[in-house]
């Protein structure tokens, strides 16, 4: 069974820009978490998405946006990237009503 | 605030030794906690699931949970050198529609 997928691997972007970073989660999950972790620091909450619907999201700016789309992939957006954006980006998701987070492997955000 | 403490370490143990990684909570609700691995530069890997006080074995992974103290431990038995990682505990606030809590980590290195 295919495990939790993100994309780009790896993503260069200029202080301004907007970066997209896309996720699938495992077959048969439904709700996808994302997490921000910046070097030597700790897993951030951004967002979290159920069945299509933004549940709850952490303290980011709302320049930090994103989607659920019907087949339970999802999108983080990222506006006006700013230096300190510079981060590893998860994304995890869960089954319906289970709390056990899988994540997928993440996506390397370098702003310039 | 909800929070999961963690020692940052680095912890230093020589190969073939007990590692003891220990973790406080403070949301006395909590009622699941999770232990993940994250090596250098990869994402967090699930190694056990805990949700009633005492232990819980898995090979040479042993996780220990008491409520009452609200903490947390993961023991690791014969350690490797591959075990050198970094070691996050998570708890699931008692709070529905909330992400897990992350702790900052303990950094573990084994010793040949």
């Known amino acids: 069974e295919a495990g939790v997928t993100q994309s780009p691997t790896h993503l260069i972007k200029t202080r301004g820009q907007q970066a997209t970073l896309r996720c699938s989660p495992i077959s048969g999950h439904t709700s996808v978490y994302w997490y921000q972790q910046a070097l030597g620091l700790g897993l951030q909450f951004l967002l979290w998405y159920d069945e299509g619907e933004e549940r709850n999201r952490g303290n980011f700016p709302p320049r930090f946006s994103g989607r659920q789309f019907p087949n339970y992939s999802s999108e983080l957006n990222v506006n006006a990237l700013e230096l300190e954006d510079s981060a590893l980006y998860l994304c995890?998701?869960?089954?319906?009503?289970?709390?056990?987070?899988?994540f997928g492997p993440g996506t390397r955000l370098l702003v310039l | 605030q909800k929070e999961v403490e963690q020692n940052s370490g680095p912890l230093s143990v020589p190969e073939g030794a007990i590692a003891s990684l220990n973790c406080t909570y403070s949301?006395?609700?909590?009622?699941?906690f999770f232990w993940y691995r994250q090596y250098s530069g990869k994402s967090p890997e699930l190694i056990m699931s805990i949700y009633s006080n005492g232990d819980k074995e898995d090979g040479r992974f042993t996780a220990q949970l008491n409520k009452a103290s609200q903490y947390v431990s993961l023991l690791i038995r014969d350690s490797q050198p591959s075990d050198s990682a970094t070691y996050l505990c998570?708890?699931?606030?008692?709070?529905?529609?909330?992400?897990?809590?992350f702790g900052k980590g303990t950094t573990l290195s084994v010793s040949s």
């Open positions: 949301d006395r609700g909590s009622q699941s």
């Open positions: 998570a708890a699931a606030p008692n709070q529905a529609g909330t992400a897990l809590i």
């Open positions: 995890a998701s869960t089954a319906f009503l289970q709390e056990t987070q899988y």
